[in-house]
Structures are given as structure tokens and as C-alpha cells.
């Protein structure tokens, strides 16, 4: 399997690269974050863009890529607008949807985009074409914050993401109960094992799940997220007490 190396942080190899998000809703709140993350043990930063209150203001958005850059430094950063649909805090057009990560590519400042498997229309082929023209990765994702799918489906979608060419497969499910988390990690484990090329990012969400955000790299997921200063996800750690716990385990290269 290949892996995924950005700034020199490669993903998929060794333990789960630890991600943060970053949710501040005005530019001062997101950029004093930021400052925070180099000292902290993150590995990378996620910009959670559909927390940020100026979201839809391009000039905005430019502007607040380029604090978070001089503000992270070499630290990696992921672009994330997530939807409505997949658990986001703010409605946007699909058009609206596809300007946004473009911009975010013509800034030259974000390391990743993260694009959801089913957004509408071409956007999905589209927006990774562009951001691999701009040198830039793509986590193709599917989030589902009432159920988890049976095992195959997951795996058809993960088997699809890398159809389309994604350089990193991202699935986060609910659990309803403790078989719902196994089927998780069996999916995982299925995919790393007999179809993956490139690097697994999954979970299982909420309280039940949280055990896939410690042990999800033995069965495939190469990066898991944190908290520094507030959740963007349910059954996300705090990242001393997540960085903690991976530094203690023996996870396979």
C-alpha cells in the first residue's frame, strides 16, 4: 500500500497521525487555535470551514489560509467543508460547495482537501482533478451520523473513494450498538487487507465508538482526531490524553 507523505508527515506507515480540528467561528478565535496546535502534539490541523462564520466570503477564507499557514507553520493542513447532510454546522449550494474548495486550491496554503463522496453532480471528479493539479491530497469521505452500514457497504464505498482516485479513504459511522463498532473495524481490516492502495482514515463515533479512535490503527486506520479546545465530531479525546495512549502501543508499520 502506498503511503501519503505531506510536509514530510507520512501517513499510513507507524501509528495514526493524530488530526485536530480547528472550529473557531471568527478569524481571531480560529487563528489563536491554531497558535496552539505546534506545541501540542498534533500532527496535523483541520480546518473545520463550515464552523467559520465568514465561510462564504472568499476573500475571508483566502485570508484566514494564510494565518493559519504562518500560524502552523510545517504543520499539515486539511481543508474541511463539512455538509449539512454529513454533520456540519452550515448549509451550502453545491455550487457554493465546489467554489469554496476551489478556493481553498487556489490559495497555494492547505496541504489536503477533504471532499464527500457524495456530493452532487461532477464536483467529486472535478475537485480532485483540481487539487491534484494544485499538488495537493485528497480525502474523499462519508460520514453517517445515524447508523452504520452493514460491513459490505462500507467497503464498496471505501473501494469507490479510491476509484475515483482519492489519496486517502475516510469513513465515520455511528454505532446503535457494540457489533455496530466491530463492523467497523472489520470493514477497515477488510479493506486494508485485500484491496487498499492507499491509506484508511475510519471510526466509529460517539461514546460506543471511542475505543476505534485508540485501537483503528491495528486494523487499518492510519489517522485519528483529537481535541485541543472543542469537538468536531462525538467521541473525539483530548488530544494529551489521545497522544497518550497511542505513544503506548506497539501499532505494525
Not at 80 to 98: C, V
Not at 140 to 147: I, P
Amino acid at each position: 500500500m502506498n503511503t501519503v507523505n505531506v510536509r514530510g508527515l507520512e501517513i499510513g506507515t507507524g501509528r495514526p497521525k493524530i488530526a485536530v480540528p480547528l472550529t473557531g467561528a471568527a478569524r481571531e478565535d480560529l487563528i489563536a487555535q491554531a497558535n496552539t496546535l505546534p506545541g501540542l502534539g498534533a500532527d496535523l490541523a483541520e480546518w473545520r470551514m463550515d464552523c467559520f462564520a465568514q465561510v462564504e466570503n472568499g476573500a475571508a477564507v483566502a485570508a484566514c489560509l494564510r494565518d493559519l499557514r504562518r500560524s502552523l507553520g510545517e504543520m499539515p493542513l486539511l481543508a474541511t467543508f463539512r455538509t449539512d447532510r454529513e454533520g456540519g454546522a452550515h448549509p451550502l449550494s453545491a455550487q457554493s460547495y465546489a467554489a469554496l474548495n476551489e478556493t481553498v486550491l487556489s490559495s497555494g496554503q492547505a496541504d489536503l482537501i477533504d471532499v464527500e463522496l457524495f456530493s452532487d453532480g461532477d464536483c467529486v471528479p472535478h475537485l480532485i482533478a483540481a487539487a491534484h493539479s494544485a499538488g495537493v491530497s485528497v480525502v474523499l469521505s462519508s460520514h453517517d451520523f445515524e447508523k452504520t452500514p452493514p460491513k459490505d457497504e462500507l467497503v464498496r464505498r471505501l473501494c469507490r473513494m479510491q476509484e475515483l482516485g482519492a489519496d486517502l479513504l475516510k469513513i465515520a459511522v455511528m454505532p446503535r450498538c457494540r457489533n455496530d463498532v466491530l463492523t467497523l473495524l472489520q470493514a477497515t481490516e477488510e479493506m486494508l487487507s485485500r484491496h487498499a492502495r492507499t491509506p484508511l482514515i475510519t471510526m466509529s463515533m460517539g461514546d460506543l465508538g471511542m475505543v476505534t479512535r485508540i485501537c483503528g490503527g491495528f486494523f487499518g486506520s492510519a489517522v485519528t482526531f483529537g481535541v485541543a479546545t472543542q469537538a468536531s465530531a462525538p467521541g473525539q479525546l483530548p488530544l494529551e490524553r489521545l497522544h497518550t495512549l497511542l505513544s503506548l502501543m506497539p501499532f505494525p508499520n
